[in-house]
């Protein structure tokens, strides 16, 4: 399994579409500063389900909408796909190629679709959970992160670890039934 393109639209400073081909391997991303090195990141962490504004390093969800140049109009929607190669079945659906979308509007919301079917967040997150490329912090490990992760309380590398064995989903689901 490896990641195989990303593309975004309208997502931070990609007001074009802009697709990254990737290969199996070790991908670099370089560029000078404030070219968007980071929001590529962001949108990998974003289209695999993120929440959190400020680990998207914005104030609001909004945020990752291009919000418009001097010479650009604002957008009203930002679209992230990304495309999977699970030819070695590693993810727990029937498809060589998985395709994951998230797209959201200026006026709120956020729609999933996982090739091509439109889904819920939990869905997108119960297919990355036993992968290894789940959305939780320890696979996105961001400049100065690792120190975080040395000083994880107990609790926080108990769930390290959960992921790692595949049972954070179902203490999800668990935490989920017993908040109804
Ligand atoms: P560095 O090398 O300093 O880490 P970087 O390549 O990681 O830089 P990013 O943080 O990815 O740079 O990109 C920052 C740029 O993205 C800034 O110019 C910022 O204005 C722009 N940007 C962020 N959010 C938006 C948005 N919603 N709309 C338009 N531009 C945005
Ligand atoms: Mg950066």
Redesign the pocket.
């Known amino acids: 399994m490896y990641l195989k393109t990303l593309t975004l639209r309208g997502f931070?400073?990609f007001?074009s579409s802009t697709t990254l081909a990737l290969e199996p391997g070790i991908t670099a991303v370089v560029?000078?500063?404030?070219?968007?090195?980071?929001?590529?990141v962001?949108a990998l962490s974003w289209v695999m389900g993120e929440q959190g504004a400020k680990t998207l390093?914005?104030g609001k969800m909004e945020?990752?909408?291009?919000?418009?140049?001097a010479g650009r109009a604002?957008l009203g929607r930002a679209e992230v796909v990304l495309t999977i190669d699970n030819s070695d079945g590693a993810l727990p659906i029937e498809y060589a190629e998985v395709t994951i979308s998230r797209t959201m509007f200026r006026s709120g919301g956020s729609e999933y679709a996982i090739n091509g079917n439109t889904c819920r967040l939990l869905d997108v997150q119960e297919l990355l959970s036993d992968s290894g490329i789940g959305r939780e912090m320890h696979v996105i490990v961001g400049q100065g992160q690792l120190d975080s992760v040395l000083r994880a309380t107990p609790e926080e590398r108990r769930g390290f670890v959960e992921e790692a064995a595949g049972v954070l989903k179902h203490r999800k689901r668990k935490e989920k039934a017993l908040r109804k």
């Open positions: 931070k400073s007001a560029g000078p500063n404030g070219s968007g090195k980071s929001n590529v962001d390093r914005g945020d990752v909408i291009f919000a418009g140049t604002p």
